[in-house]
Nanobody
Framework: VELVESGGGLVQPGESLRLSCAYS????????MAWHRQAPGKQRELVAS???????NYAESVKGRFTISRDTANNVIYLEMGSLKPEDTAVYYC??????????WGQGTQVTVSS
């Protein structure tokens, strides 16, 4: 299993950004995939998850602003981020969670929101 994130960068408050996570290996359409983030000096937190049957879950802080989606034909997970705020600044990680003890992570991509 391999996950590679891309799309991070520096944006101004209020702008949008789309992160991509290209994955390979034995990851099925029913596998739970997620985006997490870690800001400096803070613990890593779940941002959004996508489970079987298209069920999604979002952190309260990003509801209504972020959207997770999946392109199963091209093995890509996206995180559409809108109305970005300085507090969204973090390293964003893509992950696949097979179980509590069996998960894989990408290397992360930096998102900085600053004027």
């Amino acid at each position: 299993v391999e996950l590679v994130e891309s799309g991070g960068g520096l944006v101004q408050p209020g702008e949008s950004l789309r992160l991509s996570c290209a994955y390979s290996g034995r990851i099925f359409s029913s596998s739970t995939m997620a985006w997490h983030r870690q800001a400096p000096g803070k613990q890593r937190e779940l941002v959004a998850s996508l489970r079987s049957f298209g069920r999604t879950n979002y952190a309260e802080s990003v509801k209504g602003r972020f959207t997770i989606s999946r392109d199963t034909a091209n093995n890509v997970i996206y995180l559409e981020m809108g109305s970005l705020k300085p507090e969204d600044t973090a390293v964003y990680y893509c992950a696949v969670h097979f179980s509590d003890t069996n998960e894989y992570w990408g290397q992360g991509t930096q998102v900085t929101v600053s004027s």
